[in-house]
């Protein structure tokens, strides 16, 4: 078989490529150039395509580097300011994955007559009733299923995930055993475009106008405190927000930004039973949704997978069997199987409550 395998240069990638090597397939490395500008984090830095290109080297396979930077900006850079614009929390990484590396990547795959598409995600692909579906990885600390649960029907028949059924320590184990120069590489854990020695506000402040905030009491109306930037503040928030009166923990209940207003409450003031979604499709499973199907849902990246249930009420919800942590506008909601809670059944984006 052929396999275009993408490589970002960490520890997870090169160990699918060995593995894939390994197992006598005629294997291809490629590194996508994403972001254009200033990077030395996530898995667009310069360091890291050497990184890939040097891994691949040693496994004797071919390295090339696909260059996205033009489509990345657009897809995934451009919204994410704009979110931020509209006082919405988006998740690039998630975008990046939808509009990018499984759009752009495995067409190209296709067209250049691979026969599948593999990646280091810690995620796997299993079958249901003869059709290709998405499932969590095996290491539960570092599953990735969230962030892939928007990719289509079709992009899953075509995708190899090679070491979905290991733990990260088995991983690494691996890499040192072989030989693999990246077997130590600390984990990406920032948003690749933006420097981690400038930051999220230095970044938006040169593309948007921040605007400070007054922090008000959701309760008494007393102003309590101010905010440089409502853009850069989410629904849910504890951090950066000052205690009240005998160091009660207050969190965003609510970012209004045309009035400058940033209202504050105690933790269960702030809690939902219900999100709605303002787009939401069980692309996964590839069938229609259905009002009052029961789902686990999960709404970050490391959050856990909560009781719930599908409601249709001009639009779809996710309705929790218990009140939860709000979730920003912008943040997707991934709902797995009841029955086989290890499946990926949907995702939807938050719409402002």
Sequence with gaps: MRVLVAMSGGVDSSVAAARLVEAGHEVVGATLKL???????????????????????????????????????????????????????????????????????????????????????????????????????????????????????????RLVLPIGELTKDVVRAEAARRGLRTWDKPDSQDVCFIPAARGRASFLADRLTLTPAEVVDARSGEVVGEVPAAELVTVGQRRGIAPGRGGERRYVARVDLAARRVEVAPLEAVLVREVTLDEGSLVASGEAAVDGRRVRAQCSAHGRAVPATLRWRAGWR????????????????????????????????????
């Design 318 to 353: 996710v309705v929790f069997d218990e009140p939860v942590r709000p979730v920003a506008a912008g943040q997707s909601v991934v709902w797995y199987a009841e029955e086989s809670p290890e499946l990926v059944e949907g995702a939807g984006v938050a719409a402002a409550s």
């Design 35 to 157: 972001w254009a500008g200033e990077s030395d984090s996530g898995c667009c830095s310069v360091a890291d395509a050497e990184d890939a290109r040097r891994v691949a080297h040693q496994l004797g396979i071919d390295h090339h580097v696909f260059n996205y930077a033009e489509e990345f900006a657009e897809r995934v850079v451009a919204p994410f300011v704009e979110d931020h614009r509209r006082g919405r929390s988006p998740n690039p990484c998630i975008e990046c994955n939808r509009r990018v590396k499984f759009d752009l990547l495995v067409e190209r795959a296709r067209r250049l007559g691979f026969d599948a598409l593999a990646t280091g995600h810690h995620a796997r692909v299993t079958r249901v009733a003869g059709r290709a579906r998405l499932a969590r990885g095996a290491d539960e600390r570092k599953d990735q299923s969230y962030v892939l649960a928007y990719l289509r029907a079709g992009d899953l028949e």
